[in-house]
């Protein structure tokens, strides 16, 4: 075992003698206790390596844990070894058991766009906003196990009844269609368990250990798997840190962290509270916010980097004052300690605070990049274009082919849709398959079938020429041949349209750009496209650019120096949160904030800020006020120092005559 674990690192990679809870605080190391830990299991305990599975939350986080498993291990040493997400678990789980649900295993996994697109035809409106709550509310409930069935009765508002047969038709739909949503990758695989004894014996002796990673993430139906996979012997390591939940919005549940008490009582807890990331000072602030909220366990974060900088908090007359005070101090500090661009990040709490220091970062040509931002390819618009795409590649895709047939609507009706996915299901085959068949022309009526038959010419016709035609110029016909720019105007305000159309054409011009390039059909840019979302991401740390982030997409990340911006009464806490009695979960937000920094942290806010086109004053976000005030210095208030103080000044001066002289004797 290396000499650089600490004693409770090491006692919690040694330990296997039960279920284990290791409370690892932030920049505790818990990544290299679980990639140490496997190692262990493998070398030393003589665990198979296709006996384990990690199981965490992010594709991202799956990634780097393999790799850094794969630094320690040799390759035949972790052949068979499952590190995954909690869905790409289910989804395995799933492929290999779907005949026991009445699914074919060839079953379609539907996006969040394709599920709000069935909500929205059953809901009879294009109201995103109220699409959005719906599927909202239908996702919490699958995640807490409550069928729609049972929803209609316990139904207590008018909305929840409204949700409730919302969520019956939307299921009966996806079943229709051999579908399931993100949800069901967890809620059907507990099902089963549940069901069926064989099925959960035979998983129980696959993965006889499991670790696991940000348990305080996880919702009622993660932890139902967890409880079931480990059954009575609780061979588990679960790492979490409960001043880090902060997704109870998305149904992850605190409570997980008591049950495991409750359901495992010889659960054993080991705290990692030594921090290897920042300074004395902002582990400090981040302590005495969080300790005002009320402890399921003590623990208190330390460090040996140094007591560090103090907290700059500036006070800035408004927002656009904000954005170039930010981008100021930044250019300073950059130029000042010779550091990269990549070395700074800006957080905030919502994604509408972004604009204005994207304006002030262009304006001083300063290379940014948006973490947790959506990509080119997973714009409705561009997903519509590649669904067809899909198709001709694969016609047997049924997410893109009900996506396709449904975008614009090509006059099949849901009722015709829904018989196609009925008879596809019971003959086990896809829908376009099915939609050739004589048996389904004996369910559907003439009228009905003509148009869905067209559809299916379409493809074909489009399928042979992709393979022989020019990818840009094809692209651009079947565009015209769907009427899709006149359907965009049609859906859409005037300028969304506009701007979503000129996306497309963007797309239209790189398949004509590659496709001539490197001589490749609209079929082999299908396959091009697939690897590119699936690579998207990977070497975004190559890149020298200011990070610009929310508070949620950060979580895990750590950067030199933080700005963390609009810390402010009714932004963070968030006044929602506030008055839904979410105060808690805002406070472990503003915790997960101050410890991504390393050796500095600067806290901003406004006197006034712009609402629905009024000004309103606005107050300093009380968790500042929870900070010791012997850790800060503020700047810009009545009192306080200068947003540039005069010894800053002299020193920022002093520092640019001597390099101007070094510069000047070179020469």
């Not at 991202?60 to 995954?84: H, I, N, Q, W, Y």
């Not at 692209?475 to 005037?494: F, H, K, N, R, V």
């Amino acid at each position: 075992m290396p000499a650089h674990l600490n004693s409770p690192q090491r006692a919690a990679i040694h330990y296997l003698d039960g279920p284990l809870l290791v409370l690892a605080g932030a920049g505790s190391g818990k990544t290299r206790v679980i990639t140490y830990k496997i190692a262990h299991l493998i070398r030393e305990a003589q665990f198979s390596a296709r006996n384990i599975a990690a199981i965490t939350f992010t594709n991202k986080a799956a990634r780097e844990m393999m790799e850094r498993v794969g630094k320690l291990m040799t390759p035949p040493e972790v052949r068979g070894l499952t590190v995954s997400t909690f869905h790409s678990l289910g989804m395995h789980i799933l492929r290999q058991e779907a005949t026991h649900l009445g699914y074919k295993p060839q079953f379609s996994i539907l996006d969040a766009f394709d599920s709000g697109k069935i909500i929205s035809d059953v809901l009879k409106t294009t109201h995103k906003d109220e699409v959005r709550k719906v599927q909202s509310q239908i996702s919490l409930w699958k995640n807490d196990f409550i069928s729609p069935e049972q929803m209609l009765t316990e139904a207590s508002s008018e909305w929840e009844t409204v949700c409730a047969r919302t969520y019956l038709a939307y299921q009966s739909t996806l079943t229709a269609y051999q579908a399931m949503d993100f949800d069901d990758l967890i809620r059907l695989p507990v099902q089963l368990f549940r069901g069926n004894e064989e099925v959960l014996t035979r998983w129980q002796r696959k993965l006889r250990y499991l670790l696991l990673d940000e348990y305080q993430d996880t919702n009622t139906c993660q932890y139902q798997m967890v409880k079931l996979l480990t059954g009575v012997r609780g061979m588990f390591t679960a790492v979490g840190d409960d001043d880090q939940s902060i997704y109870a919005w998305r149904g992850a549940n605190m409570e997980n962290l008591r049950l495991l008490q409750v359901d495992f009582p010889k659960l054993n807890v080991i705290k990692l509270e030594q921090n290897y990331r920042s300074t004395a000072r902002i582990l400090r602030a981040a302590n005495s916010v969080i300790a005002n909220n009320p402890k399921l366990f003590e623990k208190k974060l330390w460090s040996d980097l140094g007591i560090g900088d103090p907290i700059n908090v500036i006070m800035c007359k408004d927002e656009e004052h904000e954005a170039e005070t930010v981008v100021q101090r930044l250019l300073a500090h950059k130029f000042e300690h010779r550091t990269r661009f990549a070395d700074y990040a800006i957080l905030y709490r919502g994604n509408y605070q972004a604009r204005i220091f994207e304006q002030a970062l262009r304006n001083q040509r300063i290379p940014y990049q948006m973490s947790g931002g959506q990509s080119f390819f997973d714009k409705p618009e561009i997903k519509d274009v590649i669904a067809y795409m899909r198709l001709l590649t694969n016609p047997d895709d049924d997410p893109a082919f009900i996506r396709a047939l449904t975008t614009p609507r090509r006059g099949v009706g849901a009722g015709t849709l829904e018989k196609l996915g009925t008879y596809a299901g019971q003959r086990k085959l896809s829908l376009f398959a099915a939609a050739h068949e004589e048996g389904l022309r004996q369910q559907v009526l003439d009228a009905q079938m003509q148009p869905l038959l067209e559809f299916c010419r379409f493809i074909t016709n489009l399928q042979y020429r992709a393979l022989r035609e020019p990818a840009g110029a094809l692209a651009q016909e079947m565009l015209l041949a769907i009427g899709y720019e006149a359907w965009l105007y049609d859906s859409e305000e005037p300028r969304p349209a506009e701007s979503k159309w000129k996306n497309v054409q963007d797309m239209i011009a790189w398949l004509d750009k590659k496709g001539s390039e490197d001589n490749k059909t609209l079929i082999d840019l299908t396959q091009t496209i697939a690897l590119i979302t699936m690579l998207e991401g990977r070497d975004q740390d190559d890149v020298d650019a200011v990070k610009m982030s929310t508070l949620h997409a950060s979580k895990g990340l750590e950067y030199p120096h933080v700005f963390l911006v609009g810390t402010e009464e009714g932004i963070l806490p968030h006044q929602e949160s506030v008055d839904n009695g979410m105060l808690e979960e805002e406070r472990r937000l503003m915790y997960v904030g101050i410890t991504r920094a390393q050796r500095s942290l600067t806290l901003t806010y406004c006197v006034k800020r712009r609402r629905a086109g009024e000004w309103l004053f606005v107050d300093p976000s009380r968790f500042i006020q929870e900070i010791d005030g012997e850790d800060m210095r503020h700047y810009g208030r009545p009192g306080a120092e200068p947003l540039v103080s005069r010894h800053e000044g002299r020193a920022k001066l002093a520092n640019l005559t001597a390099m101007l002289d070094a510069r000047a004797k070179k020469e």
